[in-house]
């Protein structure tokens, strides 16, 4: 059964957005902190956005004021509208759930996450 699927995922311009999506079981959207993180290809994984059960965000300092996370309560899906893209936003895109509150202290602790979904592609050329 999957309980964290993204969606969204594509190639766009330099300066171009896009909405990922990750669309959740029940049990997963009503853990205490989801987030999004990223990672490329033979680098570590980070953090880009958390936000906690009552809809409090946090940002990673790369992604502040271009990136917006966001939950539909209603659908059980979380968002990330991702506007002003650059190159360097090019990684594979993961949807995660924690049951720690402290997982949404900061915007990397993904070590406090306990459920990933497969990842979705983000290409963005110049």
């Known amino acids: 059964q999957v309980q964290l699927a993204e969606s969204g995922g594509g190639s766009v311009q330099a300066g171009g957005s896009l909405r990922l999506s990750c669309a959740a079981s029940e049990y997963m959207y009503n853990a205490n902190c989801m987030g999004w993180f990223r990672q490329v290809p033979g680098k570590p994984r980070g953090g880009v956005a958390v936000i906690d059960r009552i809809g409090a965000t946090k940002y990673s300092s790369f992604v502040k004021g271009r990136f917006t996370i966001s939950k539909d309560s209603a659908e059980n899906t979380l968002y990330l509208q991702m506007d002003s893209l650059k190159p360097e936003d090019t990684a594979v895109y993961y949807c995660?759930?924690?049951?720690?509150?402290?997982?949404?202290?900061?915007?990397?602790?993904?070590?406090?996450?306990?459920?990933w979904g497969q990842g979705t592609e983000v290409t963005v050329s110049s």
């Open positions: 995660a759930a924690g049951k720690e509150r402290r997982a949404c202290y900061g915007a990397n602790y993904d070590y406090l996450f306990s459920k």
